[in-house]
């Protein structure tokens, strides 16, 4: 799965072991695009130097097996950016790349800890995490494994249309700043307590009606789930966030525990739908989505977005100490990432069932100390 091949790129980074995967590629045996163009990230990160066949030095495809070398070290540098693939979104390249940053040197071993780069491309379609989720829902994720301070910044949000022409470069654009930890923290999110606050946020083209009519669907659909005497304290409407194309919702759930659940919808789950043609105007489609989708998350419970659950049983499985985290909503690729994890740290997770359905999550991770920078 090309979702695990990425945390299979980045471990490899991390404990500076070589990769090798057999049956990589099908009978072409090319990596495809977005696979290419997350590896040249990678690489590119930890080799700022690197051009044109110099990548072959890191990563090769032999026959059908993946080959790849990490680099010795992580020496960010500061302020660099990024072009990266459009076919996949910024968040889907920018997930398991933070846990690296936060391995990485720094970009100055006397000043500072951090690590600041800027990448663009999509942030929103129909499949994978997107920059809304990963600002909103992911940052909690990093802070409760001890990395604080963390920031996504999302300057300006782009999808990439299927029905435009295929040269079209999505002008996404996401800025990150990552602090450097020696460790991480456990991560103890059991308790996920009681929903108290949703709210509700739009992004699309300012003069375009739709974000706000998708806003709107939204709440009215929740309003109905969500008791008479509550529900004006639950759903706060926002402004429409400005976009470089496309438009949609998401909502982020708050409980009286500090957990924070993120769920969305965007017109690219629609692609095919126009407003002078279809009998539902395509905004309330999303909308309603969107409003599904959130009780989804708060009907599976949890303390972590469904999405964002492979993030944070990385972090725990590279904390050297003991990690628990409440699941809900369970997805073939978390299977897959634990296989992954065992596979390449030896680290495993027990479970136990939880309340309501949901399974809790324990493991002692592996012994990853950062060794790219100096401490005192």
Request: glycine fraction near 8%; include cysteine; hydrophobic fraction near 40%.
């Amino acid at each position: 799965m090309a979702d695990a091949f990425r945390y299979r790129v980045v471990l490899s980074v991390i404990t500076k072991n070589p990769l090798l995967i057999p049956d990589f590629t099908d009978e072409t045996q090319r990596v495809k695009p977005y696979e290419e163009s997350f590896l040249n990230f990678v690489v590119k990160i930890c080799t700022p130097k690197v051009v044109g066949q110099e990548y072959g030095r890191f990563w090769w495809v032999s026959g059908r097996t993946f080959h790849f070398n990490p680099p010795g070290s992580i020496p960010t540098v500061g302020g660099r950016s990024y072009r990266l693939h459009p076919s996949r979104t910024i968040a889907w390249y920018l997930e398991p790349v933070l846990v690296m940053l936060a391995f990485s040197s720094g970009e100055d071993q006397n000043i500072t800890a951090t690590t600041r780069i800027k990448l663009f491309g999509a942030t929103h379609n129909a499949i994978d995490l997107s920059a809304d989720v990963l600002q909103t829902g992911g940052l909690p994720v990093l802070k409760a494994a001890g990395i604080d301070g963390a920031r996504i910044h999302i300057a300006t949000r782009a999808v990439m249309d299927p029905s435009q022409d295929s040269k079209a470069i999505p002008q996404g654009e996401v800025a990150v700043t990552m602090p450097c930890v020696k460790n991480l923290e456990p991560i103890d999110l059991v308790n996920e307590g009681q929903v108290k606050r949703l709210l509700t946020y739009a992004w699309g083209i300012a003069a375009n009606d739709l974000p706000t009519t998708a806003m709107a669907t939204t709440n009215n659909v929740m309003r109905q789930y969500i008791n008479a005497d509550s529900s004006n304290n639950l759903a706060v409407k926002a402004k429409p966030q400005h976009s470089a194309g496309g438009y949609g919702v998401f909502t982020v759930t708050q409980t009286d525990a500090e957990v924070t659940r993120v769920a969305e919808a965007s017109s690219m789950c629609f692609p095919e739908a126009r407003v002078d043609t279809d009998a539902v105007n395509p905004a309330i489609r999303v909308g309603t989505l969107a409003a599904r989708r959130t009780l989804g998350v708060i009907a599976g419970g949890g303390c972590v977005s469904p999405q964002l659950v492979p993030l944070a049983l990385c972090l725990m499985a590279l904390c050297p100490e003991v990690s628990k985290l409440r699941v809900g909503l369970m997805t073939p690729f978390i299977e897959e990432l634990e296989r992954v994890i065992e596979e390449m740290l030896h680290v495993t997770f027990s479970k136990e069932p939880g309340a309501s359905g949901t399974t809790i999550y324990v493991t002692k991770g592996a012994m990853v100390t950062n060794i790219n920078r100096q401490y005192k």
